[in-house]
């Protein structure tokens, strides 16, 4: 008679417990393929609808940000009251059906509102995630268990850029979002059958109040750790860099080497997918081993890592061969990506369970503000800045108006214009990654007063 599996806590097995590990990865990686998808697709969607760079990087960046951010907060609060496992299945059919709806867009505001309804379901499914696995994972495994769960990042990535530019390549963008989109509802079923009723605090050393803290009070508590101050600061950095080059990567490839959109689609999973997936898991990984000898490791890891990637993206964007680029680039994003399960497992460890969907909540409000609102649209200003300086066709035009829809004359001089303006956003918003690894340092040393 074989031993029974071992538990973590009465009523759930280990088994049961990376089964629903298993659930989550899936649908964070389908939040974002089809969050990625958009980044691909956007230089045919740019043609068509007549778009500038500024409203491209308005559309991946502020349009997702804002509200992605700010409705994370309200629907953590309901996974501390309520199921957490209905609560995310909700929130996949909705952000799923909307992916679906950008395939009928026919103006940018169709297109703009779709986006964002996405933002809107994805918001909900991150904080009641962490708070899930932080009770189904004892301390010493969270920051493994919040890398795999992580993993869904650049596995989702890899997947909606492939997938993205190899459908819209077959039959036009809108088709990758109608294919995309639906994905999403066979896993609905999977979080509501293979996800366990958890119950909360499970690794908690003091009994678990039954009534959660009131949000002023994870924000009080939270706004008073300094360690939470330089993470969420060096995170909220990190994310303005690694958000602007994953949404412009593919018009980059495109413009300064030429590429066709199947073929952007596999170099940028390969950057965005493979290379994060590497550094998401070493992070998690790398933390844990490191961090039971001494708990700085957590911020000191995260901060070097970002002094190696500056100079990869750096001279990645700057070079003019493709393979260089596409080898310097997957450094650079492996460095960037080993911040997340570090810093997760942090700010979970500042809280009891009853603040921890809140507390995730309050860090992706700040990083995704800050990240996703103000990344996509720096590099897609100085693009547009650089590019009609460095347009070299017909002055009384200009570049937007010449290069809307160039004649045959002009085709070189727009290209031209184009891959410089789009090589210098990448350039000036690498270099952001030098002030991130200041605060992951001090975020460091912050921990060994505190912890």
Request: aromatic share 10%; proline share 6%.
């Amino acid at each position: 008679m074989s031993p029974a599996p071992p538990i973590y806590a009465t009523g759930i097995t280990t088994r049961q417990a990376g089964l629903a590990l298993a659930v989550l990865l899936l649908t964070y990686m389908m939040s974002y393929i089809d969050r990625t998808a958009l980044g691909v697709l956007q230089e045919p969607i740019k043609h068509e609808l007549g778009l500038s760079d500024w409203q491209l990087g308005l559309l991946s960046g502020p349009v997702f940000a804002i509200l992605y951010s700010t409705m994370s907060l309200p629907v953590a609060r309901l996974a501390e009251h309520h199921s957490r496992s209905r609560i995310i299945a909700a929130c996949l059919f909705f952000w799923s059906l909307m992916t679906l709806l950008c395939g009928l867009a026919q103006t940018y505001a169709h297109l703009l509102i779709a986006r964002v309804g996405v933002s809107i379901g994805e918001a909900g499914g991150n904080p009641a995630s962490h708070s899930l696995i932080a009770d189904l994972f004892p301390p010493e495994r969270r920051g493994r268990a919040l890398a795999i769960y992580t993993f869904g990042v650049p596995v989702g990535a890899f997947l909606g850029a492939a997938l993205a530019g190899w459908l819209a390549h077959l039959w036009g963008w809108r088709a990758a979002f109608l294919v995309l989109g639906p994905l999403g509802f066979v896993l609905v079923g999977l979080v509501l059958l293979l996800i366990p009723h958890v119950p909360r605090g499970r690794f908690d050393p003091t009994p678990l109040d039954t009534r959660p803290p009131g949000t002023l009070t994870v924000l009080r508590l939270l706004a008073g750790n300094a360690a939470f101050r330089q993470f969420a600061a060096g995170a909220s950095l990190v994310v303005l860099v690694g958000y602007g080059v994953a949404a412009f990567l593919p018009s980059f490839l495109i413009r300064a080497h030429g590429l066709e959109i199947g073929q952007v689609g596999l170099i940028a999973g390969l950057v965005n997918g493979a290379a994060a997936g590497i550094g998401t898991l070493f992070g998690g990984f790398a933390a844990d081993r490191y961090g039971r000898r001494d708990v700085r490791t957590y911020g000191w890891i995260p901060a070097a890592m970002m002094l190696a990637a500056t100079p990869c993206f750096v001279l990645g964007f700057a070079t003019g061969g493709l393979l260089p680029a596409t080898i310097l680039l997957m450094a650079g994003t492996a460095c960037i990506y080993t911040y997340i399960a570090p810093t997760f497992a942090q700010v979970h460890a500042m809280v009891d369970a009853r603040m921890r969907a809140t507390a995730a909540s309050v860090l992706f409000l700040i990083i995704n503000l800050v990240g996703l609102g103000f990344g996509p649209p720096l590099i897609g200003l100085v693009s547009d800045r650089v590019s009609a300086a460095a347009f070299d066709g017909d002055p009384r035009q200009g570049f937007a108006v010449a290069c809307h829809e160039p004649a045959a004359a002009l085709a070189t001089a727009c290209q031209a214009a184009s891959a410089t303006g789009i090589r210098a956003g990448m350039v000036a918003i690498s270099l952001i990654l030098l002030w991130s690894a200041i605060h992951l340092y001090l975020a460091g040393r912050r921990l060994a007063r505190t912890g």
